[in-house]
C-alpha cells in the first residue's frame, strides 16, 4: 500500500536555523554517512542487536563471536528471556545476520514469542517487536501467537487520532514524542501485515497523526528515524527532507545526537543507521 504525506515546512526551517547550513546534503543518502558508523561497529569487540542489525542490513559480516554469544547466553537461561523485546530483538539481529533463529545452538529464539503467556507485559513494545522479529515466517502449530494475533493486539493500541501509546489506557493521552515513536514502530511492524483493510485503514490514520505532530516530536533524531523507517517500509521512501533533517543531528566523527547540538548518542546513531540504509534501500530494513 502506498500512503502519501509531507512534513511541514516550518520544522524544517526551524531545524537549519539552528544546525546552520552545513548540516544539510540534498539529494540520496550520503553512503560515507552510513559507512563511518559501519567503521565504528566493525571495531568493537562486543557487539550489541542494534549494531549487528545496522551491520547485517548493510551485507557486512557479522562475526562468529556475536553468535557464539547468544548460544551461549541461550544455554545459560535454558533458552528463555526475562523479556520478550530482549528475544525479539536477538531473533531479528540474529535472522538478518543470516542466521536461522529457530536454530540457535538446540534452542528456538522464536520459542521465547510463539509460546509466551506474557508478550503483552511490556505493553505495545512487546507486540510491535515480537511481529517484526518473526516476520512472514509460518508459525508452528502449536504457537500461541501468530502474526495475525499480534498484528489484531498491536490494532487495539490505536486511538481516535490514529496515534498509538505504549500503554492501552494512555492510548489518547498526548501528542507527546513517545507516542510518535510508538506510531511509527506500530506502521513498520503492521506494514508487513497489510493484507486487510482494517490494517490499512490504521496505517493510513497513522501516517495522518505523524504529519499533524511532527513539529513537537521532531525534536529528538530518534524520532525522525522511526519516520524514516516507517515511511519507507509503507512507500519505499520518506516524506521529502526528512533524511535532510536526520542531518542535522550529525556529529563531526560520525555519530548521532539525541538532540541537535547534543553529545554522541549510542540509541541515536543506532537508529539513524538503520533509517539511512532504509532510505538507501527503498524499503523495510529489518528483512
Known amino acids: 500500500m502506498k500512503v502519501f504525506f509531507r512534513i511541514p515546512a516550518m520544522f524544517l526551517l526551524c531545524l537549519l536555523f539552528f544546525s546552520g547550513p552545513q548540516a544539510y546534503a540534498s539529494g540520496p543518502v550520503n553512503d560515507g554517512y552510513i559507512s563511518s558508523i559501519l567503521r565504528i561497529y566493525e571495531k568493537k569487540r562486543t557487539l ?37 523485546t530482549d528475544c525479539a530483538r536477538t531473533a531479528t539481529a540474529y535472522a538478518m545476520a543470516g542466521k536461522d533463529p529457530a536454530r540457535a545452538g538446540k534452542y528456538n529464539i522464536l520459542n521465547g514469542i510463539y509460546q509466551r503467556d ?32 499480534i498484528a489484531a493486539e498491536i490494532l487495539k493500541f490505536q486511538a481516535e487520532d490514529g496515534g498509538f501509546s505504549l500503554v492501552l489506557k494512555r492510548k489518547a493521552a498526548d501528542s507527546s514524542s513517545d507516542r510518535f515513536d510508538m506510531t511509527c514502530m506500530a506502521i513498520t511492524a503492521l506494514s508487513r501485515h497489510a493484507d486487510n483493510a482494517k490494517t490499512k485503514e490504521a496505517i493510513t490514520k497513522a501516517f495522518a497523526y505523524l504529519e499533524q505532530n511532527s ?14 523507517i516507517a515511511a519507507c517500509a509503507v512507500n519505499g521512501k520518506p516524506p521529502e527532507g526528512l533524511i535532510e533533517a536526520l542531518y542535522a543531528f550529525r556529529l563531526s566523527d560520525g555519530r548521532f545526537s539525541h538532540t541537535a547540538g547534543g553529545e554522541a548518542d549510542n540509541m541515536a546513531t543506532e537508529q539513524a543507521l538503520l533509517a539511512m540504509t532504509a532510505f538507501k534501500t527503498g524499503g523495510y530494513v529489518y528483512e
Open 48 to 84: 550489541g542487536e542494534w549494531e549487528v542489525m545496522g551491520l547485517a542490513a548493510n551485507g557486512r559480516k557479522v562475526p562468529n563471536r556475536y553468535f557464539n554469544a547468544v548460544n551461549k547466553k541461550m544455554k545459560e537461561n535454558d533458552g528463555e528471556f526475562r523479556l520478550v
Open 118 to 149: 506474557d508478550l503483552g507485559s511490556q505493553g505495545l513494545n512487546g507486540y510491535v517487536w515480537s511481529l517484526i522479529a518473526i516476520g512472514g515466517r509460518p508459525q508452528p502449530a502449536a504457537a500461541k501467537w501468530t502474526g495475525q494475533s
Open 215 to 228: 513539529d513537537q516530536a521532531f525534536l529528538y533524531s530518534e524520532s525522525i528515524s522511526q519516520y524514516i
